[in-house]
C-alpha cells in the first residue's frame, strides 16, 4: 500500500508556482520523500529527493515540514510542459528490499 | 547518451499468444524493473533484478516471465496464462537499489 497521500488533481497558471502537496503521517525516520512525474504515454521522470531538509535542483524544490510528516513539491514557473501525473513515494534511499510504490499521483494541468 | 530502451512502442498479439517486450540499459545499472500500468492507475511491480542471473517476483507476477543473462538487458514474456494482458509495460534500471529509478518509454501492448 502507497504510503502517502496526494489529491487527485491540480491546475496551474504558465508561468506562475505550481505546489503540490503530499501527505506522509506515518514515515519513519529512516524514509526519504521521492518525487517523480509521468508525462502522458511516457515512462516516469525522477525529480527530486529529500529527507528533513529542503531540498533545490534544477526542476524542482523539495519543502519537507519540520515533523516530516507532509512536503511540498515547487515547480517555481509551470510551464505547458509540466503538465503529468506526479507521484510522491515514500522509501529508505538505500539498499533493502523495499520497492518503489506507486499510487496513483496528482494530475496536474498548467 | 546512456539510456534505457524498450521496444516496440507498440505491439499487438492475438488472445493465446505468448509475447516478449525488450528492454535494454546502457547505464551500467545493476538493477531492473518491469512495472504494469492500467488506465488511471498507479504503476504495479512484476518482476524486478538486482544482479544477473537472480530475479524476484514483484506484486502480479501471475502470467509473466523473465531472465536476466546480462546485465544490460531484461526482457518480459507476457504468457497465455495472463488474463489481462492489454496494458502499458514499463521497464526501469537503477544503479544498486529502487531510488533513483530510469525508466524506458513503454510499451503498449495490445491483445485482440
Known amino acids: 500500500d502507497a504510503k502517502t497521500t496526494q489529491p487527485t488533481s491540480m491546475d496551474c497558471a504558465e508561468g506562475r508556482a505550481a505546489n503540490l502537496p503530499c501527505n506522509h503521517s506515518t514515515i519513519s525516520g529512516n524514509e526519504y520523500v521521492y518525487w517523480y512525474r509521468q508525462i502522458h504515454s511516457q515512462g516516469p521522470q525522477y525529480i527530486i529527493h529529500?529527507?528533513?531538509n529542503n531540498e533545490t535542483n534544477e526542476m524542482a524544490s523539495l519543502i519537507i515540514t519540520e515533523d516530516r510528516k507532509s512536503s511540498t513539491l515547487i515547480l517555481p514557473h509551470a510551464t505547458l510542459r509540466d503538465t503529468a501525473v506526479y507521484y510522491c513515494?515514500?522509501?529508505?534511499?538505500?539498499?533493502?528490499?523495499?520497492?518503489?510504490?506507486f499510487g496513483k499521483g496528482t494530475k496536474l494541468t498548467v | 547518451d546512456g539510456g534505457i530502451t524498450q521496444s516496440p512502442k507498440y505491439l499487438f498479439r492475438k488472445e493465446g499468444q505468448n509475447v516478449t517486450l525488450s528492454c535494454e540499459q546502457n547505464l551500467n545499472h545493476d538493477a531492473m524493473y518491469w512495472y504494469r500500468q492500467d488506465p488511471g492507475q498507479g504503476l504495479r511491480l512484476i518482476y524486478y533484478s538486482q544482479i544477473v542471473n537472480d530475479f524476484q517476483k514483484g506484486d502480479i507476477a501471475e502470467g509473466y516471465s523473465v531472465s536476466r543473462e546480462k546485465k544490460e538487458s531484461f526482457p518480459l514474456t507476457v504468457t497465455s496464462a495472463q488474463k489481462n494482458p492489454t496494458a502499458f509495460y514499463l521497464c526501469a534500471s537503477s544503479i544498486t537499489d529502487w531510488s533513483q529509478s530510469t525508466f524506458g518509454s513503454g510499451t503498449r501492448l495490445t491483445v485482440v
Open positions: 513515494i515514500v522509501r529508505e534511499a538505500q539498499g533493502g528490499s523495499e520497492k518503489l510504490v
Open positions: 529529500g529527507l528533513k
